[in-house]
């Protein structure tokens, strides 16, 4: 599995392309990579993927959209929720699906909105972290 992941300088020097150039592919978001410490590893399926080679069979993907409303929403539990769920965002898990993360609160009412739009198995993640900050509440 080790073999699967490779360095930007490695990547670069398979596609004949300078290393700063991969890089600003990654930071525009045109090529997956994974940040480990300050720097990059990039799968070489994803680099296939990029560079259009290896294997070209189409893949499909799917998105979920899930609407979560809770009550009785104090400062703690908007900030928790909120905190959780846009830093799991960030990542993205599954390869050709964005997932999007939007919060609407209503300190009147003290409800809270959670609209998620991810693929299935992102969506299911981010559930149960909307749970586990749940379970996590005062009684």
């Known amino acids: 599995m080790a073999t699967d992941f490779m360095t930007v300088n490695a990547a670069a020097n398979l596609l004949q392309v300078h290393p700063k150039t991969l890089l600003r592919f990654i930071r525009e978001g045109r090529l997956r990579a994974n ?4 720097q990059y590893r990039i799968l070489r399926s994803d680099l296939d993927a990029f560079a259009g080679t ?3 069979r189409s893949v499909r993907s799917a998105r979920t959209t899930c609407v979560i409303d809770i ?3 104090d ?3 908007l900030q928790r929720v909120s905190a959780v769920l846009v830093g799991a965002s960030k990542g993205n898990r ?5 997932t999007s993360v939007d919060i609407a609160h209503d300190p009147a ?3 809270l909105k959670v ?8 969506t299911a993640t981010l559930l149960k972290l909307v749970d586990a900050c749940l379970d996590a509440r005062p009684s």
């Not at 940040?35 to 300050?38: E, Q």
């Not at 609209?115 to 992102?122: G, M, Y």
């Open 54 to 56: 290896g294997d070209t």
């Open 115 to 122: 609209i998620i739009i991810a693929s299935p198995a992102d």
């Open 71 to 73: 009550e009785d929403v």
């Open 109 to 111: 009412l003290r409800v």
């Open 35 to 38: 940040k480990v410490g300050k």
């Open 94 to 98: 599954s390869p050709g699906v964005s």
């Open 75 to 77: 400062e703690a539990l």
